[in-house]
Nanobody, 123 residues
Framework: QVQLVESGGGLAQAGGSLRLSCAAS????????MGWFRQTPGKERDFVAT???????YYADSVKGRFTISRDNAKNTLNLQMNILKPEDTAVYYC?????????????????WGQGTQVTVSS
């Protein structure tokens, strides 16, 4: 069982930056693939970025070059550095964990979810 708690959301101006963090419980954090997803009201939860248990990263085209996902296995922490923010990045951002070292972009493959943190980007 893994518990995930996101932090770092808030309000930013377009062009600005925010850094999200996700604290994970459990002793086998390094064995999980971790991901970030986001959701706006009335829409599906969309893939943002993932980092596999091997450290391989993959990004949605909409954030590629602006967002960076990273993990600190010693601290059981997942991060998402978000730069050059755009109003369309406004969403609730969710941290997710998959009980496998193999990466995936499908939300259906993730076993555990955090409660989400709101990110709002003003124009």
């Amino acid at each position: 069982q893994v518990q995930l708690v996101e932090s770092g959301g808030g309000l930013a101006q377009a062009g600005g930056s925010l850094r999200l963090s996700c604290a994970a419980s459990g002793r086998t954090f390094s064995g999980y693939t971790m991901g970030w997803f986001r959701q706006t009201p009335g829409k599906e939860r969309d893939f943002v970025a993932t980092i596999s248990g091997f450290g391989t990263t993959y990004y949605a085209d909409s954030v590629k070059g602006r967002f960076t996902i990273s993990r600190d296995n010693a601290k059981n922490t997942l991060n998402l550095q978000m730069n050059i923010l755009k109003p369309e990045d406004t969403a609730v951002y969710y941290c997710a964990a998959r009980d496998s070292v193999l990466g995936t972009t499908s939300k259906n493959d993730y076993n555990y979810w955090g409660q989400g943190t709101q990110v709002t980007v003003s124009s």
